[in-house]
């Protein structure tokens, strides 16, 4: 249940390159698939460039092209290739880097299926992939051309789509965030039921803010991708199902993280329908998850932490917000000491002016102790110690939050102004 991104002020861009534009100055209403594999182990890690398609709709943001909100754990910059000008940049983390931080990642050397989305190009432009390490080093990179005429760049989405139906719509597109909530293990007797948890998992997410009073800036589409079997994989338990995104529990040998390294196959059950933004909803009452910043959200729907987790994940998977729970003495190899983590929610201090220390009232002290009063709870923003996995030198904004346990009622108020900034930023 991971993963985050540090946010930044809006209107500000992260290096140089940034100018006044347009969509329509170089971009086509469709959207161009980039399908890589990252690849490596825990000494070297590479980038392979493995497709190009196109689809047929652009659903991203037409403003803010050439700026992050956040700053992920790894970018992808898009650059006009006459003109040399920055025209769209992205940011992202992904599963592979997570298990570069695994013990397996010492002695074995394995591949990760990444799709990510960007607006489609008028004319030839070249693109950037730099992933970053915990210190925040660029530790592979890969530079290629796309040209938009090229014959070999794969047409998706043109025919039929697969079955789905809006829960809600903000308004169009280009004006929204699109957010599609999936089916993983629902065989095909069972799209009632999938539509019925897609709905309770839309619900659980408008309930929370900021997301309650910026409800009209989203659309929601539930999409029924069929799974020959009922369920998802349990390795631990020898259950193994056929299923749409071939998704399963014990991700690194941790029994409750669920996730798919199928993430081409996400891309193609939606090619068509407009979507940035991704919650699969697997079909069983195993507790657990997932959330990689700019990837997915992957939960459970019928255990009865179902609503909180889902939000939980999104926050990780839409908002780039970090785990704030921990359970280890010693720190986390995703975030070392020295290093201010790029999440918005956590802090080693190093750099905490650039968090939420303008959040704090006067006098607060720094690290803060738990406050007695549980009226305060969740709302007392201070400098509280354990999290990132780490009960030492790591602190959360709050005692309690939603990115902290299951039995919060509410996104922290760093959490809020944070996932705020994000929708506004693409939205604005």
Request: proline fraction near 5%.
């Amino acid at each position: 249940m991971k993963r985050a991104a540090l946010i930044l002020a809006l209107g500000l861009s992260l290096g140089s390159g940034t100018f006044a534009q347009t969509f329509e100055d170089y971009f086509v209403d469709k959207t161009l698939r980039l399908d890589y594999i990252f690849m490596g182990n825990a000494d070297k890690q590479d980038i392979c460039l493995d497709e190009l398609s196109v689809l047929p709709q652009w659903a991203g943001r037409r403003h803010h092209l050439s700026e992050l909100p956040l700053e992920g754990n790894g970018e992808i910059t898009m650059k006009d290739k006459a003109t040399g000008k920055v025209i769209y940049r992205t940011s992202f983390s992904s599963l592979f880097q997570e298990w570069i931080g695994e013990q397996e990642a010492k002695v074995v050397k394995r591949g990760f299926e990444n799709t990510f989305l960007v607006p489609y190009p008028k004319q030839p432009a070249e693109i950037t992939v730099v992933l970053r390490n915990a210190s925040r080093e660029v530790s592979a990179t890969l530079v290629h051309e796309v040209n938009p005429s090229d014959i070999l760049i794969h047409q998706r989405g043109e025919g039929d789509l697969t079955p789905h139906r809006y829960l809600w719509q903000g308004g169009s597109s280009d004006k929204c965030i699109d957010v599609a909530i999936m089916a993983e293990g629902y065989a095909a007797n069972e799209s009632d039921l999938f539509y019925k948890d897609a709905a309770v998992a839309c619900e659980a997410l408008f309930a929370h803010e900021p997301f309650k009073k910026l409800k009209d800036r989203f659309n929601i589409v539930a999409v029924f991708s069929e799974s020959k079997d009922s369920g998802v994989s349990i390795p631990r338990k020898d259950e193994w199902k056929k299923t749409a995104v071939s998704s399963h529990f014990d991700t690194f040998y941790s029994d409750r993280y669920l996730t798919t390294r199928s993430v081409k196959a996400i891309h193609n059950w939606l090619a068509g329908i407009p979507y940035e933004h991704i919650i699969i909803l697997a079909n069983t009452d195993t507790y657990g998850g997932g959330g990689i910043y700019n990837s997915y959200t992957l939960t459970t729907a019928h255990h009865s932490m179902f609503r909180p987790v889902v939000v939980h994940e999104f926050g990780h998977s839409f908002g780039g917000l970090a785990d704030e729970y921990a359970y280890d003495e010693a720190p986390s190899p995703l975030y070392p000491y020295d290093i201010e983590p790029w999440e918005p929610n956590i802090t080693t201090l190093v750099h905490f002016e650039d968090k939420w220390k303008d959040m704090l009232e006067q006098g607060t002290p720094v690290p803060t102790k738990p406050q007695a009063d549980e009226k305060l709870i969740y709302t007392k923003v201070g400098v509280y110690e354990g999290a990132g996995y780490t009960k030492k030198g790591i602190y959360r904004p709050t005692t309690e939050c939603r990115m902290r346990i299951n039995e919060a009622p509410v996104f922290c108020p760093v959490c809020q102004r944070s996932l705020e900034r994000t929708i506004r930023f693409y939205t604005e």
